[in-house]
């Protein structure tokens, strides 16, 4: 049972132009969302998260903005640079607990290109 | 500051022996966790600590894999009789303990590569 999907494997973005990465959850207990960069040969590393008693979250040229009621989060990368080029998961802890392990989806391959 | 380290960071055993992977956490973190990333899939998740004691172990994927976790540092992940299928990544991070934003933000290490032949 796949709780945190994100559908689309690849996205290719033109330099200075938005990268918007999506994903989607199916477990309603949910209530707090990470997002993650991931180089090659490089564990990942945090990049913005978002409560559910928030609908968006900005840091930079980083947003997510979070709909519950469709269950679906988006990663907003503005402008993007060609150093964004990453694998990017977004990842979700056991609701109603403090921590725990995270679920993560897939992951979506971004390359901006120059 | 130091991140999370792992070590080795590549690994290439025989089907049949016995691996073993290390992970020397944030100072400081009290959370630790092993996940596993095959090729071309998301991170799945292994096992936590919370201080030298395993709350939640129910992604270990059979009873050759073990770990444990002396203090509130170094942990230790043991695939025994390795098969082809554990071929992956093997990723630890690390955490503060206790509520909030804190225990939620993980920190990872670079992974040990592991390809059993």
């Known amino acids: 049972d796949q709780q945190v999907k994100q559908n689309s494997p690849s996205l290719s973005v033109q330099e200075g132009r938005i990268s918007i990465l999506n994903c989607d959850y199916t477990n309603s207990m949910f209530d707090y969302f990470l997002w993650y960069k991931k180089y090659p040969a490089e564990g990942p590393t945090f990049l913005i998260s978002i409560s559910s008693i928030k609908d968006k979250n900005e840091d930079g040229r980083f947003t997510v903005f979070l709909n519950k009621s469709a269950k679906h989060l988006s990663l907003h990368i503005v402008p993007s640079q060609p150093g964004d080029s990453a694998v990017y998961f977004c990842?979700?802890?056991?609701?109603?607990?403090?921590?725990?392990?995270?679920?993560f989806g897939q992951g979506t391959i971004l390359t901006v290109h120059p | 500051g130091a991140g999370v380290s792992q070590s080795p960071s590549n690994k290439v055993t025989e089907k049949g022996k016995d691996v073993e992977l290390r992970c020397d956490p944030i100072s400081g973190h009290t959370a630790l966790y092993w996940y596993r990333q095959r090729l071309g899939q998301g991170l799945e998740f292994l096992i936590y600590?919370?201080?030298?004691?395993?709350?939640?172990k129910s992604g270990l994927p059979s009873d050759r894999f073990s770990a444990e976790r002396t203090g509130e540092s170094v942990s230790t992940l043991t695939i025994q009789r390795t098969q082809q299928e554990d071929s992956a990544v093997y990723l630890c991070a690390s955490s503060l303990g206790g509520g909030g934003r804190g225990g939620y933000e993980q920190y990872f290490g670079p992974g040990t590569r592991l390809t059993v032949t």
């Open positions: 600590f919370q201080g030298n004691s395993a709350p939640d």
């Open positions: 990842a979700a802890p056991p609701g109603g607990t403090s921590y725990g392990k995270l679920t």
